[in-house]
């Protein structure tokens, strides 16, 4: 259980911000550092039956129950096997009013770095072909291109009953 | 620099509640001349109006002001304790309840309300005990009252704090500024305590002061002002009356001179017109219909705070407890730093001493959120005394068992069904005193609340000797309603249990006290809810017994941990009935409706966990290999099938939701002891599941 603790020496201003930029693959994605909580490495999961094949199961974080979710299997690009040195970014989504936190599965975390937002582009429409909807805009960092992600979009994983009865 | 007084509200309320609280108890059991009852009332509001007064809401202090001077004549004896008196007091507290909740809330106030209200204790005030100085009723102590009023010309205070009046929240600026108010006044101010600049403590008070307030004012009035510091200065109020200046002793705490009492504050003198109100009749004090609605809301409101308050003894144990667990844990690094074989047995002290502070630590915390359910009963005795006058029976309520102690969880979900229950109790059973002296009872009804412990569970009865339920008339009536068929058979326990059906309600017509459209399903559903039961007993003639179990707190389930292949689950302890070993030749099947099996004459279905959660390393897929854990919950009976039972253990219960969503046959999830995760079960849940 190793603990990376991520510092940014950036001092945020209105028109920049740092991203943790990961990678799938062969893509690289990136999602605002604020929302980052921590960095964990891959530990067996207890499983939730009856869910998609992306949501791997719920892990104990001190004392709170959080879901981990596979983004390699969500945005189909297939498994690939866990090992020690698998990463989970814990992330923190704001949904329906509340924070959570949930941990995602990446191949390996690249780098932590400022873009300006003024060089953010807009999603470009791929058609049907690609799911865009958790995109927020593509940015190139060091001749690469990094989507960064809509955290928030990605993790509500709220099926459309609304049923949010509170238990404490 | 000026202090926000705001910071200080909270506290303001939480206390002014809490003594309204206390008034309204005390009013409840006020006995002629028990002194005691009735300097608490008395206190309670004193401390209401100076908090009122501080913090600028006039509107209360005002309307408390009479209050005051009401309990304080009754406390000196000059006016006797009547049932109207209490009464319209006890339609007081109720008013300024609802001022301050509307003050807090932000809300506008009912002003309507407010001044029917302090027209009542006006015209209380006017009937009873002394007389008011304005009015021209020469009564012999009127008389006397009057005349030494008329010929006060004005007042002369010599007023010299002692040095710690400031810390104790006093500011002598402020008293003048309510002197001010009364008359001219006049002040000089003695600078002569004051030492040198380079000895000065800012927050001393070093000043005394000269003053003269002129205008024909009662000398309460000036008590009034300096009731708060007479303990912290030295003070003599002298009357210039017509040039005669008569010297009075500092005022005591306890008062007994029946002099110049009260003079009702300006705003009460002018006659209220509300419109409402015919002025012959006594004000009503039962507000209308749709004021209760909204005070029912804003209780609801008020139940959403989120602070508590601790008794220190709990947190002192809970440090104490935090301490040892700090030494043990210090001992046992020292031990893991150099181990070797033969320090074997001081690290199983070790480890055995941890498991003990870990419990320990664990019970206390838990204690912390446990008040005495006493916080759900306290609003009982009134709720009874207004119901009984309504429905003109004679009942006597009879509180056990209130410091019983719950989770604050519980205590709150808990008032609800209570108060329909008690309403019940009231409405349906208790007769009338004239039937309960012909069936040879006792003309007082007597209502029983009654809250214990029993294993993990606290239990609470509402117990009344009335006129008890009709088993005939029960089943009568489910037979019309179409509950169940008219050739149905019943036990005694299965007929008690129609009452508990929606849509079914014994009495005859809807009375505005217990039938508002809110059933005993409803009262049973919100229990469950809780993961209780409640269940009921009657005899006819004698009277009914409602208990309710409740777990005693709703973090914390004995579990029972069940393996299907490589998982583990929690199945409630309280829900499992047996567990069994069964061969599939047993299993009926049922159209689209699955498996079901018999167990002595019920035919209950079958849920193989393994097929529902789709476990692919469950060892057991036939029934002979595994075992069906028989287990009921909420009404729904079903077996579980599963490979194998493990251990039972107290689980800490987790919100799946907090951080992701319902997942369906699943109520919640737990840490095990290795740190993995563990689903509890939801056994209706399940059901649904395995029907789909």
Known sequence: MQQTEVVGDGKPSADAMQILSFTLGQEEYGVDILRVQEIRSWEPVSRIPNVPGYEKGVVNLRGAIVPIIDLRERFGLGHLDYSPLTVVVVLQAYISGRTRAMGVVVDAVSDVVDIDKSVIQTTPNFGVKVSTEFINGLAAVNDKMVMLLDVDKLLNLESLDGDDEHKE | ??????????????????????????????????????????????????????????????????????????????????????????????????????????????????????????????????????????????????????????????????????????????????????????????????????????????????????????????????????????????????????????????????GDRFSAPRQVQAPVKTGTNDSTKPADSSPAKPKDAKKEASKSTQKGSSSIRVDTAKIDTLINMVGELVITQSMLSLIGEHFEVNKLDQLKNGLSQLERHTRELQESVMNIRMLPISFVFSRFPRLVHDLSAKLGKKIE???????????????????????????????????????????????????????????????????????????????????????????????????????????????????????????????????????????????????????????????????????????????????????MNIGEDRVNSVAGKGETFRLRNEYLPIVRMHEIFNVESARATQLSEGLLVVVEGQGVKCGLFVDDLLGQQQVVIKSLEANYRRIEGVSGATILGDGSVALILDIPGLVRLSNQ
């Open chain 2, 397 to 579: 309520l009879k509180l056990v068992g209130e410091q019983t102690e719950v989770d604050k969880t519980v205590v709150e979900l808990l008032s609800d069904p209570l108060v329909h229950l008690v309403r019940n109790s009231l409405d349906h059973g208790i007769e009338m005193p004239e039937e309960r002296r012909a069936a040879g009872k006792p003309e007082i009804g007597t209502v029983v609340l009654e809250a214990y412990h029993r294993g993990g569970n606290i239990v609470i009865e509402v117990v009344d000797d009335g006129r008890g339920l009709d088993k005939d008339k029960l089943r009568a009536k489910a037979i019309e309603k179409g509950l169940i068929e008219e050739d149905a058979i019943l036990n005694d326990k299965q007929t008690y249990e129609l009452i508990f059906m929606p849509g079914f309600s014994t009495a005859a017509q809807l009375t505005d006290v217990s039938g508002r459209g809110v059933g005993m399903d409803v009262v049973r559903k919100n229990i469950q809810a809780l993961g209780g039961n409640i269940e009921l007993v009657s005899e006819l003639g004698k009277g009914s017994t409602i208990s309710i179990h409740l777990p005693l707190t709703l973090a914390i389930l004995d579990g029972q941990s069940v393996a299907v292949g490589e998982e583990r689950f929690i199945v409630p302890l309280g829900s499992i009935v047996e567990s």
């Open chain 2, 1 to 258: 620099m000026s202090i926000d007084m705001a910071q200080f509200h909270q506290v303001f309320f939480e206390e002014s509640f809490e003594g309204l609280d206390a008034m309204e108890t005390g009013l409840l059991n006020l006995d002629e001349g028990d002194i005691d009852a009735i300097n608490t009332i008395f206190r309670a509001a004193h401390s209401i109006k100076g908090g009122s007064g501080t913090f600028g809401f006039t509107s209360v202090s005002d309307f408390t002001h009479v209050m005051e001077t009401l309990l304080d004549e009754m406390r000196d004896g000059s006016r006797p304790v009547t049932q109207s008196a209490v009464d319209v007091l006890l339609g007081s507290v109720d008013c300024l309840r609802e001022m301050l909740t509307a003050i807090r809330d932000q809300q506008n106030l009912d002003t309507e309300s407010v001044a029917a209200h302090q027209q009542a204790l006006q015209r209380e005030f006017e009937s009873g005990g002394s007389v008011s100085p304005r009015s021209d009723d020469t009564g012999v102590e009127g008389n006397a009252v009057a005349e030494q009023a008329s010929e006060v010309e004005g007042w002369r205070i010599a007023f010299s704090p002692h040095t710690d009046l400031l810390r104790t929240g006093n500011d002598p600026v402020r008293m003048f500024r309510e002197l001010a108010e009364l008359g001219d006044i006049e002040a000089t101010v003695d600078f002569q305590g004051v030492p040198d600049i380079h000895d000065l403590d800012p927050e001393e008070c070093h000043l005394s002061w000269q003053l003269s307030v002129n205008g024909d004012i009662p000398r309460a009035e000036i008590d009034e002002i300096f009731a708060w510091v007479e303990d912290e200065c030295d003070l003599a109020i002298q009357a210039s009356l017509g040039g005669v200046t008569e010297h009075n002793e500092a005022p005591q705490a306890t008062q007994n001179e029946t």
